[in-house]
């Protein structure tokens, strides 16, 4: 089982990113699909997340309007668009899969990748 991210960098304040995560190992439309992010001396926050066909949608409150995530169920991929992005955005993004149905129980996780915002 995988799940790889990739996307995240430096970023200027008001910049956008999108970040990926590809999947592997396990029946990834199985599986409810979420964005965490953890910035320094914090805990680790859910952002976002969408459920197995993605027509269903979640975000932190301050998030809303600035960041969209989404799937390809075709490519085993999630994505977390972000706009706007403020200083306060600075933090490690980890992907996280949980499965439903059958396969309830089961939760994987990435490495995340770093997203910087600084002038």
Do not use: H
Request: net charge positive; charged share 15%; glycine share 14%.
């Amino acid at each position: 089982v995988q799940l790889v991210e990739s996307g995240g960098g430096l970023v200027q304040p008001g910049g956008s990113l999108r970040l990926s995560c590809v999947a592997s190992g396990f029946p990834f439309s199985s599986y409810g699909m979420r964005w965490y992010r953890q910035a320094p001396g914090k805990e680790r926050e859910l952002v976002a997340a969408v459920t197995v066909a993605g027509r269903s949608t979640t975000y932190l409150d301050s998030m809303k309007g600035r960041f969209t995530i989404s799937r390809d169920n075709a490519k085993n991929t999630v994505y977390l668009q972000m706009n706007s992005l403020t200083t306060e955005d600075t933090a490690v993004y980890y992907c996280s899969a949980r499965g439903t149905g059958g396969y309830s129980g089961l939760d994987y996780w990435g490495k995340g990748t770093l997203v910087t915002v600084s002038s």
